[in-house]
Structures are given as C-alpha cells and as structure tokens.
C-alpha cells in the first residue's frame, strides 16, 4: 500500500518521525561499519539498495493509494543484516519520495510501514530458527528465507491497512475486506522470490549472506 503520496495527518507524521530518528541512529551505531573496507559487503548492499529501488516501481494500483509489489526486504535483511537492512529501506523510501517529488513529511510513515516490519519479522525469524531449529541448510532457505519473507509482508501489510484506515480515512471494509487478501496472496511471491535470491547467494558467493554460516546451516555445528 501507498503511504508515499497519499494525504496524512500532520499529528501522524510528526509522530513517525519521531519514532524514525531513534531507530535509524541505533541501527547506524551498530551497523558493522569495519566491514565495509574489507570485504563485498559495501557493494552487495548498494546493489540491493537499488534493486529495491527498481522493485518498489515493478506495481500494480488499484483505486486511490493501493498499491501492490514485491518488496526483496527480507532478502536485504538477510544479506546484510538488520543494522544496515533498516538504512538501506531508509535511503529506498528516501530515492521513491524524491522521484515521485511527494510530501517529505510521509516518508517517515512510509518507512515505517514498508520496511520496519519486514525487517524486524525477517530478523525474527531468522534469531528463531538460530535458536531453536535444527542447524540445517533446508531450514534456513525454507523456514527463515521463504517463510519469513512471506510474514513480513503480512505484517507490513497489516499496518499499512491500519494507517489507512485510521490515519488516511479508507473505508475499513473496503481495505481489509477487497485489498489486503491481495496482499497475502502477494506474499507467497515474496517468499519465492527470497527464496529463490538466497539459495543461489549461499550457493554461489555465501560470504555476500551476512545470516548464513556454513559452519552451522552445511555442517550442522
């Protein structure tokens, strides 16, 4: 859903914001930084950054402000981690406000609904699997790519509704009623195609997945 154009109350974009700043100067702080210098990590993460970018503008519109695509957050989020997953959206959700020449005063919103709750579902799932599941390479890519991508969207998808209906005045049966089962269905393709981008990363170049760790996921130690 459209958060990006789409009137708002100022009483909910002040509050967005403040909520934003904290996050994203935590996540700046910790992110691991040292690794940049000294590995592909730097270039992984511009080039899904952008592939973000690119996604976001892969959509469908239905009606006033419903839109519908693929988002490739759980794969940022598993490549790079959290620290950088939540800065990476943010400069994302920063290029699609300034292409799209909307209000700067949504994009706060905008990442809170469109990024923040993949990515904090993603890291979830992934810290659950860490300490629960068996160490083995089929759970990482079934349980924490596929099916943690596709709750992550789910959950985006509910707080966008809510913003919606609480915050942008949608009727609530029109949203949850007609557009968020689109939203659900949507979410089987996030889980492929994360799927899909993480089997081939942990194949081909696993030092680019930040999540994986072939001790654990190949050798079950």
Known sequence: MDLVAIALPASWTVVAWILVAPILFAA????????FGASELVHVWYGAIFGLIVLWNIRATVGEGFTFHLSGVAALTLLVGAPLALLGTAIAVAV????RDAPWVN???AWLAMAAPLVG?????????????????FVYVFVVAFFGAALSLIAA????????TAGAGRPADVVFGEYLPYLAYLAFGEGTMTGMILTLAVVYRPQWVATFDDARYLHGR
């Open 121 to 137: 579902v993603t890291w979830a799932v992934w810290r659950f699997s860490e300490r629960v599941l068996p160490p083995n390479f």
């Open 28 to 35: 700046a702080r910790v992110a691991p930084w040292e690794r």
């Open 157 to 164: 998808a509910l707080v966008g509704a809510i913003a919606f």
């Open 107 to 109: 994009a706060a919103l």
């Open 96 to 99: 699609e406000v300034a292409v």
